[in-house]
């Protein structure tokens, strides 16, 4: 069974970075055809996919974000880490990491979620 915990603060001042980081447990973040993914909910809105990276190391960003998004992964700690440049309030919702089977396929496993509010 998988598990994805996500961790990192609940509280970012604007302008500054976010950064989050999932825990994988269960299961290799280098498993063939595993797609890990941030996708957020802001409040009282859909869900939007931020950022993904792939098994072999590919990565995709949202269109709208993707000049303040950068997705790693430390393959050691079996993490994958977001961050997000230069918040605004606009950047708060509650943050999921999860995993996909392929690209496109709706996700499989996903973390409990994390509130992250930007406010001064």
């Known amino acids: 069974q998988v598990q994805l915990q996500e961790s990192g603060p609940g509280l970012v001042k604007p302008s500054q970075t976010l950064s989050l980081t999932c825990t994988v447990s269960?299961?290799?973040?280098?498993?063939?055809?595993?797609?890990w993914s941030w996708i957020r909910q802001p409040p009282g809105k859909g869900l939007e996919c931020v950022a993904t990276i792939g098994y072999g190391g590919y990565t995709y960003y949202s269109p709208s974000l993707k000049s303040r998004t950068s997705i790693s992964r430390d393959t050691s700690k079996n993490q994958f880490t977001l961050q997000l440049n230069s918040v605004t309030p606009e950047d708060t919702a509650i943050y999921y990491c999860?995993?996909?089977?392929?690209?496109?396929?709706?996700?499989?496993?996903w973390g409990q979620g994390t509130q992250v509010t930007v406010s001064s």
């Open positions: 269960g299961g290799s973040i280098t498993t063939d055809y595993a797609y």
């Open positions: 999860t995993r996909a089977m392929l690209p496109g396929l709706a996700p499989d496993y």
